[in-house]
């Protein structure tokens, strides 16, 4: 079940405030989008959060991923293909990477959430969601899904509900879900995600 909010850098705090408190610590990539980056710099690395930027795409990228893993992982973030470079992260080495340290979420429930930023590709292209081991997708619904530049959005998918209770926490507390006008407006765009797709 999606929750969709007024940006996608909405969607992209939400999701990790959700989950990350002082003493925790993050795996991103270093090309991950600007906003998340400056979002960690400016704020998560104040509130006590570890963050390590790794080199998290090509055939070495789960590797490098595995290499930055720590007792108190509590993230493990994709962004594929990233924005604006294009480098694609390998999904499936890094959820299996993922269970081969710190086992599937069924054995071990407190595992890092693993979350992919897949707003390059759309879901028409990438469903993160069926990779097994992915456990939050996220997209900036500004881009192709409104596909019309006239609105900010944000989505956030889980097939957890203990991630999207959390995540309902602090969208009604702290951020805002997408107001009815724009949420009509996403709907209009998704419309035509495939045609445009199809065209592009």
């Avoid at 007024?6 to 270093?30: C, E, N, Q, R």
Wanted: hydrophobic letters at 35%; a neutral charge; charged letters at 20%.
């Amino acid at each position: 079940a999606p929750c969709f909010f007024g940006s996608g850098m909405s969607a992209i705090t939400s999701s990790l405030m959700s989950v990350l408190k002082t003493g925790d610590h993050a795996v991103f990539p270093y090309t991950v989008y600007g906003g998340t980056h400056e979002f960690l710099k400016e704020f998560a690395i104040h509130w006590g959060i570890e963050i390590d930027f790794i080199d998290g795409a090509g055939k070495h990228g789960p590797e490098a991923y595995r290499a930055a893993f720590r007792q108190n992982t509590k993230v493990v973030y994709c962004e594929t293909p990233a924005n604006p470079t294009c480098r694609i992260t390998d999904l499936k080495g890094v959820a299996k990477a993922v269970d081969d340290f710190y086992g599937n979420r069924e054995s071990n429930p407190d595992r890092p959430w693993i979350m992919v930023d897949g707003t390059f590709a759309t879901p028409y292209h990438q469903r993160s969601l069926d990779i097994p081991g992915v456990d939050v997708s996220i997209q900036s619904c500004t881009k192709y899904l409104g596909g019309h530049s006239d609105i900010l959005a944000g989505s956030v998918s889980s097939k957890s509900p203990q991630f999207l209770h959390g995540l309902a926490k602090v969208q009604k507390l702290v951020t805002a879900p997408l107001n009815p006008m724009d949420s009509y407006l996403l709907m209009r765009g998704i419309r035509t995600l495939d045609v445009r797709m199809q065209a592009a």
